[in-house]
């Protein structure tokens, strides 16, 4: 029942998507069209206009020839003493009288044609009026009213932008994933295991876990002060404290790939030891972890679960992989680490192991809070395709190899399922894999 709620909330969504930008295309062709039709009526009034103007001026030229016509009528008949009928001027009493005169002159008896076309031509731009009258108050709605489909008001750009957006809409996704699933995820299984740092041969190093707890009372001395998340400390005794920004302001984009930024730095201002309590102000399913690290190559921290850090010998590090296929084939091109002696406080969600790799052992990607710089690991194709379609499950898991060891959390907070945001997320969330984050 969720799996078809779930379904149909994403259809929802993608479908009101897909109307949304159709009725922004269809409304801004109303519009355009709009002023179409008012520009082409306009265009179509000049015409009728000049049309008019042009058959004023033929009669105007007609009347003044008829004129002439008629005073060399009157002159004629003048002398053969029939005055009185060239003064009435009639047309049709003239051309009885002298029909060889007029058709030798071709008088142009056209007036009364081209008054009758005149007049059709001011019924015809009388109407034209009407209609631009009526198209300059109507509005977006009504001219898609006008129409016999909403739809007919679309280019055919606009129609193929549609298509190609109802595409990517309901079958981007798993055109995408069928590729990756298919075609890129299987090369992993065949590739070698990846070993960010090979200095696992020094045994000098040495790496211990103590049991995690929802809260720790830490003790803050000279030798050893004590970085912070501002959200994940309670209570704290007197001293100094100041806000450490970057953790390391020379690496500051590894310091954020760690989540060592805004921290709190507690210190002592004498002899006398401080006291701070650290725990979760906001969920208390989450639990801590403490890390203590003695001559380490190197531990990887997934961003956002450190939340303090004590010693003052810790450093970051940082490690690109540009040549190496499988870090492009995972997206992963850069591991930032922390090395050096001292503790770091890890939170993970639910309850929170340490492992050692003993036999080869397989981890979903979000459950690995980190894991040490020297164990070899692959990445290898999750078993099956649907989890991984309807996001139940990440593309790949995390195949630790031979020795080593790693963190495991026993739950993950999920992300948003509305679609603009979850795109955006994705976006970052590449971009984020890509640099270490």
Not at 84 to 107: H, R, T
Not at 159 to 187: E, Q
Not at 235 to 252: A, L, V
Not at 366 to 386: N, S
Request: glycine share 4%; hydrophobic share 40%.
């Amino acid at each position: 029942m969720k799996l078809f709620f779930d379904f149909s909330k994403r259809l929802f969504s993608r479908l009101l998507v897909l109307l949304l930008v159709a009725s922004v295309f269809i409304v801004i062709e109303a519009d355009k069209n709009m002023g179409n039709s008012t520009e082409n009526i306009i265009k179509k009034i000049k015409v009728v206009e000049n049309a008019i103007s042009k058959k004023e001026k033929e009669i105007d030229a007609l009347d003044k020839q008829h004129i002439e016509i008629i005073k060399d009528i009157c002159k004629i008949a003048d002398k053969h003493n029939k005055k009185k009928d060239c003064k009435s001027a009639n047309p049709v009493k003239l051309a009885k009288m002298f029909p060889k005169w007029i058709n030798s002159k071709k008088i142009p008896l056209q007036m009364i044609i081209k008054l009758k076309e005149m007049g059709k031509l001011y019924r015809k731009l009388g109407s034209l009026n009407t209609k631009l009258t009526i198209t300059q108050t109507n509005n977006v709605i009504d001219e898609i009213f006008l129409q016999q489909y909403p739809t007919d008001l679309l280019t055919e750009n606009q129609k193929w932008v549609l298509l190609l957006l109802a595409f990517s809409l309901f079958f981007g996704a798993l055109t995408i994933k069928v590729i990756n699933y298919y075609l890129f995820a299987p090369l992993s299984k065949k590739s070698k295991p990846i070993i960010i740092n090979k200095d696992h041969l020094n045994n000098n190093y040495h790496t211990k876990y103590d049991a995690p707890q929802k809260e720790f009372q830490l003790t803050v001395d000279k030798k050893h002060n004590l970085v912070v998340k501002p959200d994940w400390y309670t209570m704290n005794t007197d001293g100094s404290t100041k806000t450490r920004f970057f953790w390391d302001w020379t690496n500051p984009f590894a310091s954020y790939a760690v989540g060592l930024v805004n921290m709190t730095e507690f210190k002592t201002n004498d002899d006398t030891d401080r006291t701070v309590k650290i725990a979760s102000e906001n969920d208390p399913n989450h639990r801590i972890i403490p890390i203590h690290l003695k001559n380490h190559p190197g531990y990887v921290i997934r961003h956002d679960h450190v939340i303090a850090v004590s010693g003052n010998d810790i450093t970051i590090k940082k490690q690109w992989r540009l040549w190496d296929w499988k870090s492009w084939l995972y997206g992963n091109l850069r591991y930032v680490y922390l090395t050096g002696t001292g503790t770091v406080y890890v939170h993970g969600y639910g309850n929170v192991s340490a492992n050692t790799v003993t036999n080869s052992s397989r981890v979903k990607e979000r459950h690995i809070i980190g894991f040490d710089t020297t164990t070899p690991f692959k990445v290898i194709r999750t078993e099956t395709f649907i989890n991984y379609w309807i996001n139940n499950k990440p593309l790949y898991d995390i195949y630790f190899l031979e020795h080593g060891e790693f963190l495991q959390q026993q739950s993950f907070v999920k992300g948003s399922d509305r679609i603009v945001r979850s795109f955006i997320e994705d976006i970052f969330a590449a971009a984020g894999r890509f640099l270490g984050f």
